[in-house]
């Protein structure tokens, strides 16, 4: 399992760095955000050292999901948000793999989004899919 020394998360896995711990499995790490959103914020990590997400081996995703989705029933949330960044632009602070689970309880605390779609057609759309279609 891969680990980098220097990664915040990394050191939490090796209990370097204390965490409020919610669920642990052989591939996976879960906890509560220091710095929440929402009241029950918490992060899902896999414990294989990745920066992004297309980085990291099938293998060291095989619970991060179920996970997610064990920690979400555990907050009880009615409403919230799976967010997964990947890279400095697109907002990840930490470089390793990671899953928010962020309770939406109401239109002010958790995530707030704004979404701003941008004009398309079904032509592009479809030129789009020959071109990203590769799997």
Request: proline share 8%.
């Amino acid at each position: 399992m891969a680990s980098n020394p220097a990664c915040l998360f990394c050191r939490i896995i090796k209990r370097e760095i204390p965490a409020k711990v919610l669920f642990e499995t052989e591939h996976s790490l879960a906890f509560l955000d220091v710095g929440p959103l929402s009241e029950g914020h918490a992060l899902v990590i896999p414990k294989h050292h990745a920066k992004k997400f297309h980085e990291l081996p099938d293998s060291a995703m095989v619970d991060l999901l179920p996970t997610a989705k064990k920690v979400a029933l555990a907050i009880g949330a009615e409403n919230y948000n799976i967010l997964q960044n990947n890279g400095r632009i697109a907002h990840q602070e930490v470089e390793h793999v990671h899953f928010h689970i962020i309770p939406k309880p109401n239109q002010e605390d958790g995530l707030v989004i704004e979404w701003s779609p941008k004009p398309t057609n079904p032509d592009k759309l479809e030129e789009l899919k020959k071109k990203y279609l590769k799997l």
